[in-house]
């Protein structure tokens, strides 16, 4: 799921930005405030989702789009002006996580803004040995600006981060003239409420530890579902002996195994339920014929051999070689088919009970629910 969101996040700004390329003569009859009130939406959705670094990126937009409109007097030809947003725009999009507003980063980050507007006004003065660099090209500094955040991207661990990108990557667009100044300004805007939008999708519906869809996404799935589909509650047998036992972190990697190998169900789908409970749903098919696939994943979790990381690591044995303890896994499953005229509560009751008959049959087995 988050490969394929990541995709739909690349995919549609880069498609948008490819319609110059078919529509040659591209008139835009719009108000002019409209951008500057998408980038409003854009900077209090991005405030919301606490992306900070979308924040700062998307302000020195929306300053900009003030400034072509004539609400703000900035000229973006002053000496080092543009220099200076494109090295502020680097530099936002060199940080990822969340800091508090106070930190020394985002401290910079608002010199850097005020430096920039200080430029564009004309206010900053420009000494003269300097004033004769403030006419050289662009083009392959903002080649590097653009390239070298990507180098970090694995770092950005939610899709929302892209939000600060567009902005950066709009200033090449700029530079080489891609497009009409006002498209690549709404380009850029719709790019990152794009990114934002996909960010609150994936915080809503998919689950943050084990990366499978979560609760809420499948209780909409089975209330748009189609008839006489099955149902299957996972639970992780002896789940609180790993937290007691070998610490939460352990917990958290023997619910991460888990999700994987539930999310490889062949003709199922695998959401989190909630604490060590998962479902598989299974889109039609009677018991007899989804039973081998269940049977398969049960085999291959009790199969699996989870290892222990060790907590003391003595520094005159690290590098030597040694067998590291492993833990066995292993789940029970309770399986529900949905028949006419029941509803999805009523089927995840009857798959319930079968769990809890699974549970107290031995653990480790399936149970099909009559």
């Not at 608002?110 to 000494?127: D, M, N, S």
């Amino acid at each position: 799921m988050q490969q394929r969101l990541v995709f739909i996040n690349l995919l549609l700004p880069l498609a948008l930005l490819g319609l110059p390329v078919f529509v040659v003569d591209m008139t835009f009859v719009l108000p002019k405030y409209l951008v500057s009130v998408l980038l409003l939406v854009v900077l209090g959705r991005a405030y919301l989702l606490l992306q900070q670094q979308t924040l700062f990126a998307v302000v020195s937009l929306l300053l900009l789009t003030l400034s072509f409109e004539g609400l703000v007097q900035l000229d973006i030809q002053a000496p080092f002006a543009s220099t200076c947003l494109l090295l502020f725009l680097w530099f936002v999009n060199l940080q990822w996580g969340q800091r508090s507003w106070w930190h020394p980063v985002h401290l910079l980050n608002v010199a850097f803004l005020c430096l920039f507007v200080g430029l564009a006004l004309r206010l900053v003065p420009i000494p003269n040995i300097l004033s004769i660099y403030s006419d050289l090209p662009l083009k392959w500094l903002v080649i590097f600006c653009v390239i070298s955040p990507l180098l970090l991207s694995s770092m950005w661990t939610r899709l929302g981060r892209w939000a600060a990108y567009w902005p950066l990557f709009m200033v090449l667009l700029f530079q080489f003239e891609w497009a009409k100044q006002e498209y690549l300004v709404l380009w850029t805007a719709c790019a990152c409420l794009i990114s934002l939008t996909l960010d609150t999708y994936v915080l809503a519906f998919v689950d943050e530890l084990t990366g499978i869809m979560g609760r809420r996404a499948l209780m909409f799935k089975l209330k748009t579902a189609d008839k006489h589909y099955s149902l299957v509650m996972v639970d992780v047998d002896h789940f609180k002996k790993f937290n007691d036992t070998h610490g939460h972190q352990m917990g958290d990697d023997v619910l991460k195994v888990v999700a994987s190998i539930l999310g490889k169900t062949d003709k199922a789908r695998a959401y989190r339920y909630g604490g060590e409970e998962f479902v598989l749903l299974f889109k039609k098919g009677d018991a007899g014929d989804i039973t081998p696939f269940i049977e398969a994943t049960r085999e291959a979790i009790a199969n699996y051999k989870l290892h222990i990381k060790s907590k003391n690591r003595e520094k005159n044995k690290r590098g030597q070689s040694r067998k590291r303890k492993s833990i066995n896994v292993t789940a029970s499953f309770g399986l529900a088919r949905h028949v006419s005229g029941e509803t999805l509560e009523e089927v995840i009751e009857r798959a319930d009970k079968a769990l809890y008959t699974a549970k107290s049959s031995g653990r480790n087995c399936l149970v099909v629910a009559k």
